[in-house]
């Protein structure tokens, strides 16, 4: 008979291997399928997990897409495992990242077509607002009413993706556009193009923001009281309110800070890598962003690693679906597989297996 | 704007049609969460309901083939969850999360080649003398047969969990999983059960929806239909009656404003097509401001009999 014992405290050790075991265990799973779909498993996995980086004839073109795919990620994941720590569950970054894509583009193209260099700045400030007060429609209902965040954050997301449309088709349409839906084009406006800073790496302002915001998301995690507290709030709700911890104040702290940074990751892809807003610009970034999250054990350090990972999945997969006609949604299972195996793993890191009988409990 | 151009008794039938989906998948959510588990992956297990549903019916050529395919997949689908938060003691919203991310890939993936098809059609039942009454026949009484096995479910589910001694322990287990461990009641077997047909269910009102209520299969078709039931079970307060009623406003909304929509109303298309969204969005504020009651007391907690 095999039984679980709890740990007394999380083991570290499990917490580190947990993530490479989840990986491996996908890549096997993941291979069978493949199998099944008719594709050879070994030369899949290759195609996916190392073609994108090494490949003579691609790699110069995909490499760069690493962290293009990337930055918006770890972006929105940072924000995200701030609030899972605290067992603030937004599951609708996805909308909040449209929020920030619709407010920022709409702050810049009200300027057009001047090329002054505030606008770039304006937007990004604009973009935050957008996704932080769509964040604050799940917060405050929560606080004043108690109603539940996960429900409220996710209909946003249909909400939010409602006005996108509206908006690409009507107010935010290029009006030179001949009619087609779809904004104006940043990458063709100077002032607002959020263009590679160092060329050929895929480096832009996003990717630089994502960076900033790892490492201030440690340093708030860490070394700060505030972080502290909504550790605590989640581990420990009850201590926490003793402790003074007000939960209305970490409510609002966790959304907003992943409303701001999944608004931002908006702007800066449809700056960017999108080029201009349409009906479908944004591609589900903000519910992978949760897979990376807990596969980077909501630690900031953890998910830098873990956006890059899923950045080279998603890569991986185009180049598969191209050189070995995989259904790119094939990918998606993947990546739902990934946090499936991650989550059943996990029972290492706090209980351990016994073997024997076990005794009454 | 036409309203004259909204037949009533057509309406109330195609609300009957489109609240069937989600009742079917809220009731078995709420016999899951009165075991004291939470499972976010409704919206998972229904699309996979309706692409095994749709896919099989298709190749079958009969719809009913469907339904009981759709049923037995997203059941086996539930039990991956099941195993992960009884067994392994996984967090229960994270695994939810990933059983509906693993059910939108899962689903277009096998959905892929069945796309542009048809359903095949499903007959309606006629009961003698009723379905010839003069209005009411033709509202309530001339569906197909998956209407009344959702209406036939709602009762069965009440009277299940109110007079049966399974159902009290299904409570017990899901009150206080503790206590009911104290008194030798198998938690973790209740609740297995309870999520297989949590499943089963969810996997029905996807398959009502790929084959009746739209009925062809597109990507990503439930549209949030399964994020929806999750919350018109927390609008119920957890009692199947109220299901009904929540599912049944809802499949309301939605009727009305596709029709709205079709009459060329004066609201802008996106208001209108985000309604039924925001709709569930102040309802669950009232529902809330008047304090979480009937919810389960061990409601999303793991279960580990180790204190």
């Known amino acids: ?361 | 704007m036409d309203l004259g151009s909204i037949n009533p008794v057509l309406l109330v039938a195609s609300i009957m049609v489109s609240a069937t989906p989600i009742l079917l998948a809220a009731i078995g959510e709420m016999v899951v969460e009165k075991a004291g588990v939470l499972n976010l992956g409704v919206e998972g297990m229904m699309i996979t309901g309706a692409v095994v549903g749709f896919a099989v019916a298709v190749t079958s050529g009969n719809p009913y083939f469907g339904f009981l395919a759709a049923a037995a997949a997203s059941a086996v689908l539930s039990l991956s969850f099941g195993v992960l938060t009884q067994f392994l003691l996984s967090n229960q919203v994270a695994t939810g999360l990933g059983l509906t991310l693993v059910g939108l890939g899962l689903s277009s993936l096998i959905g892929k080649p069945y796309e542009g098809m048809k359903a095949p059609p499903i007959s309606k039942v006629h009961i003698p003398g009723l379905s010839d009454m003069p209005v009411f026949g033709k509202m309530l009484f001339s569906h197909d047969v998956m209407i009344y096995v959702s209406l036939l479910l709602v009762v069965a589910v009440w009277a299940f969990l109110k007079y049966t001694r399974a159902g009290l322990i299904l409570r017990a287990v899901g009150e206080s999983h503790d206590s009911a461990h104290a008194l030798g009641y198998k938690v973790v077997t209740v609740r297995l059960m309870a999520i297989f047909f949590g499943g089963a269910c969810a996997g029905l009102g996807g398959a009502y929806l790929s084959l009746v209520r739209v009925p062809q299969w597109t990507e990503g078709m439930t549209a949030g239909a399964g994020w929806i039931a999750l919350a018109i079970v927390v609008f119920a307060s957890w009692r199947a009656g109220r299901v009904l009623i929540g599912a049944y406003l809802f499949g309301g909304v939605t009727v009305l404003q596709l029709n709205l929509q079709a009459a060329g109303a004066n609201v802008p298309v996106a208001l209108l097509s985000a309604s039924p969204y925001l709709i569930t969005i102040i309802v669950l504020v009232f529902i809330s401001a008047r304090g979480a009651h009937g919810a389960p007391g061990s409601l999303g907690r793991s279960f580990h009999a180790s204190h």
């Open chain 1, 1 to 361: 008979m095999i039984s679980l014992e709890k740990r007394p405290q999380p083991s570290r050790l499990w917490t580190a291997i947990t993530p490479i075991f989840a990986v491996v265990l996908t890549m096997v799973v993941g291979g069978l399928m493949f199998a099944l779909l008719g594709v050879d498993p070994i030369e899949a996995v290759r195609t996916i997990f190392w073609d994108p980086l090494f490949h003579p004839q691609f790699a110069g073109f995909s490499r760069p897409q690493l962290l293009v795919k990337a930055g918006p990620l770890i972006l929105i994941a940072i924000g995200l495992s701030i609030g899972f720590r605290a067992g603030i569950w937004n599951i609708g970054a996805e909308g909040q990242y449209i929020m920030g894509a619709i407010c920022g583009a709409a702050a810049g193209l009200a300027f057009y077509p001047s090329e002054s260099i505030l606008i770039f700045p304006l937007m990004i400030l604009c973009g935050a607002l957008g996704g932080f007060l769509w964040a604050m429609i799940p917060a405050v209902l929560k606080t004043r009413f108690g109603t539940n965040e996960i429900l409220v954050s996710l209909m946003l997301v249909y909400v939010a993706q409602n006005i996108l449309i509206s908006v690409s088709t009507g107010l935010l349409r290029n009006p030179e556009g001949m009619g087609f839906p779809g904004s104006r084009n940043f990458k063709q406006w100077d002032a607002t193009h959020n263009a590679e800073i160092i060329a050929g790496t895929g480096m832009h302002w996003g990717v630089v923001t994502a960076f900033i915001a790892v490492i201030a998301a440690y340093v708030l995690m860490a070394r700060h009281i505030q972080g502290f507290n909504i550790r605590l709030s989640g581990e420990a709700p009850r201590a926490a309110r003793f402790a003074g911890v007000n939960p209305a104040r970490i409510i609002l702290l966790c959304l907003g800070i992943s409303g701001v940074l999944a608004g931002m990751a908006g702007l800066f892809e449809v700056t960017g890598p999108a080029g201009q807003i349409t009906g479908n610009f944004n591609a589900g970034y903000g519910f992978t962003a949760i897979i990376v999250a807990f596969l980077g054990r909501l630690n900031p350090f953890g998910i830098l690693l873990a956006g890059l990972l899923m950045a080279l999945t998603y890569i991986g997969g185009e180049l598969a679906q191209l050189m070995l006609s995989l259904p790119g949604a094939s990918i998606q299972l993947f990546q739902g597989m990934l946090l499936f195996f991650l989550l059943a793993t996990d029972v290492f890191t706090n209980y351990r297996i016994r073997f024997g009988k076990r005794e009454a409990a």
